[in-house]
Nanobody
Framework: VQLQASGGGAVQPGDSLRLSCAAS????????TAWFRQAPGKEREFLAAIGWSGGPKLYASSVKGRFTISRHGAGDTVYLQMNSLRPEDSADYYCAASGTSYSGDYLPSETYQYDYWGQGTQVTVSS
């Protein structure tokens, strides 16, 4: 599975961005997919995850209500809609897919639980 993240950029506080994560090589719609971010000098932080076929969903408390994760159609593209962006949201954003299918509504949120990673896309929020 190859993941390609895109959509980052430089915006002002309060603006919105939509990140995309496109998969190739193997369908991953049946596996959890997540977004993480990493700011300079900080650990990689879980943001949101989505299960197969678009549900269930899990959000970190730091972004719940502002960020929305979704899948498109057949599931090989996952989006992260980011609204009301703040300077502290500035980071490199990564998408990741798990190689494990989980039962029920459980979604992993740790970096070690994800096997495939895209390259980062940079988000800068500044006035």
């Amino acid at each position: 599975v190859q993941l390609q993240a895109s959509g980052g950029g430089a915006v002002q506080p309060g603006d919105s961005l939509r990140l995309s994560c496109a998969a190739s090589g193997h369908t991953y719609s049946s596996r959890p997919t997540a977004w993480f971010r990493q700011a300079p000098g900080k650990e990689r932080e879980f943001l949101a995850a989505i299960g197969w076929s678009g549900g269930p969903k899990l959000y970190a408390s730091s972004v719940k209500g502002r960020f929305t994760i979704s899948r498109h159609g057949a599931g090989d593209t996952v989006y992260l809609q980011m609204n009301s962006l703040r300077p502290e949201d500035s980071a490199d954003y990564y998408c990741a897919a798990s190689g494990t299918s989980y039962s029920g509504d459980y979604l992993p949120s740790e970096t070690y639980q994800y096997d495939y990673w895209g390259q980062g896309t940079q988000v800068t929020v500044s006035s």
